[in-house]
């Protein structure tokens, strides 16, 4: 073949062409192994935020929005008799962000509110600051875990010395993003579970102001495919 500009035109088109072609192969194969992984990953944090229990988990998600934002709160039961174990909720920071970005949390709450576990689920934090919140006993945990969340001061306490929360050292930021996605999980926790003066009452709170919450979808219960024991 002659080499002209219109030759070199075309070999270069073709090989973008091809490439882009494959770029886009790569993406469809890989985005759904993308996608099971992170709904593995948050399978997990769910399974995890809950007290253990024998026997097979009923799980009936909740979806709605509070302040525009998609929450799913999770109601898990034992099949054998439907008592309710717990409830987990996906949730991000509402009106707070972190350093980076949001947080994402899956918050795990016993069925008298109580906050049994907490997840991180995804953070772009400073490591070695505030992305020591996934650290198992950080200070963040500490002053949230084991704690009613009607009880809870949803505040660092440097910044309401009501709180018996302590941003992670160096990370006031992240610290706060990770309280605000508590309270908002705290206040899906509230809405699915029909209580919704008290869901009313978190808005007053220092950790954030959640006003208005809609229901955006009410799915199925689903049988669970793992045991949690």
Request: charged share 25%.
């Amino acid at each position: 073949m002659k080499s002209t500009l219109k030759n070199m035109v075309l070999v270069l088109f073709t090989i973008t062409a091809v490439s882009a072609f494959l770029v886009g192969v790569v993406n469809n194969i890989t985005k759904d192994t993308i996608k099971k992984t992170n709904d593995d990953a948050k399978l997990l944090a769910l399974t995890e935020v809950l007290p253990a229990f024998e026997g097979e988990p009923l799980f009936e998600p909740d979806t709605m929005k509070i302040e525009g934002a998609q929450i799913v709160a999770t109601r898990v039961s034992n099949k054998a008799d439907g008592e309710t174990v717990g409830y987990a909720v996906e949730t991000h920071s509402l009106t707070k962000t972190g350093y980076a970005d949001k947080i994402y949390l899956m918050v795990g709450f016993l069925a008298d509110g109580t906050i049994n576990e907490i997840k991180v689920l995804s953070q772009k934090e400073t490591p070695g600051l505030g992305a020591n919140m996934v650290k198992p006993g950080n200070s963040l945990e500490k002053g949230l875990k084991g704690y009613k969340a009607s009880e809870v001061v949803f505040a660092v306490s440097k910044d309401d010395k009501r709180s018996g929360i302590d941003a992670l050292s160096g990370a006031t930021i992240s610290s706060r993003a990770y309280v605000d996605a508590v309270a908002a999980a705290y206040a899906a926790f509230l809405w699915t579970t029909g209580q919704r003066e008290q869901f009313e009452a978190v808005g007053d709170m220092p950790g954030g102001a959640v006003s208005g919450a809609t229901k955006t979808t009410e799915p199925a219960a689903q049988e669970g495919d793992v045991d949690n024991e």
